[in-house]
């Protein structure tokens, strides 16, 4: 038996939208992927006590604040201070181009952009898990 990819869907920030976040959850969770999602408005310090209690493989941020670039850098910060290096965090939203770089160079192993299809970021998780169709 083999068990299904865990995902947190987090808001961090004080960001109000929700609904990008989740479609992707739906998405995730109608893929076979076991999704937790955070709700509106979480910190980055209950973001990573949320990871780390529900034992996930990736974490999947959504910001369309414009405070992606200081918000993200603070979740793999916290990550890195708790000694956890083997959650797959990904970041989406509305997030300019040149901010991918900077992001990755954080440790975002991924950026999903407004638009971008839900089976491109399935592909990539199950890549990155190794997995297929959500389950590991």
Do not use: W
């Not at 109608?30 to 974490?59: H, K, W």
């Not at 083997?86 to 440790?107: C, F, Q, S, T, W």
Request: proline share 4%; aromatic share 4%.
């Amino acid at each position: 038996m083999t068990n299904p990819v865990r995902i947190l869907v987090a808001k961090p920030g004080l960001d109000g939208h929700d609904r990008g976040a989740k479609v992707i959850a739906q998405g995730f969770r109608n893929a076979g992927m076991e999704v937790i999602y955070t709700g509106l408005r979480q910190t980055p310090e209950q973001i990573v006590q949320t990871a780390i209690q529900e034992d996930v493989q990736v974490i999947a941020l959504s910001c369309l604040s414009g405070a992606h670039s200081y918000l993200f850098p603070k979740v793999m910060e916290l990550l890195k201070n708790e000694g956890i290096d083997d959650i797959i965090v990904l970041g989406g939203g509305v997030i300019p181009e040149e901010d991918i770089k900077d992001l990755k160079d954080a440790g975002i192993r991924e950026v999903f952009t407004s638009g971008t299809p839900i089976k491109a970021m399935l592909d990539f998780i199950n890549e990155n898990t190794g997995t297929t169709g959500g389950v590991s």
